[in-house]
């Protein structure tokens, strides 16, 4: 078994907890989904939330999907000037079987335009 990174991004409507938790829950439900994640398999995720982004922890979401005993980590993302404002990023680190080329990482919103190639 090796543990894999499964990566994720959104764009959030506006700066209050109600926006970040639900964009973030749908990214999260999204990406279980796409690569039927067990909870128990995921080693950690990192969660990276854009400077103009600070009403709430991305890693709400995640709690309230009852995820209480994986570790999770927000910060922040660099402020690359010209980046897309109102993102938020995730990295899960997930034990698996799968190859490197199985995983599907998920993009929404206008975080689509982040990797075109894998959206």
């Known amino acids: 078994m090796s543990c ?5 991004a959104t764009s959030v409507e506006a700066n ?3 926006s970040i938790v639900a964009a973030t829950r749908a ?3 999204q990406m ?7 909870v128990e398999d995921i080693a950690s995720v ?15 979401a995640a709690r309230e999907m009852g995820w209480s005993r994986v570790p999770l ?7 690359v000037p010209g980046s897309l404002p109102r993102c938020i990023r ?3 680190l997930w034990n698996t079987d799968r190859s490197i080329e199985q995983i599907k990482h998920v993009y929404l919103g206008e975080a689509v335009a982040l990797r075109p190639d894998l959206s």
């Open 90 to 92: 995730v990295l899960i």
């Open 4 to 8: 894999r990174g499964v990566r994720g």
């Open 32 to 38: 279980v989904a796409a690569n039927d994640l067990a």
């Open 73 to 79: 980590l927000c910060t922040r993302e660099m402020a």
């Open 16 to 18: 209050d907890p109600q």
């Open 46 to 60: 990192t969660f990276t939330a854009t400077d103009d982004l600070n009403a709430e922890y991305p890693a709400r």
């Open 27 to 29: 990214l999260l439900e």
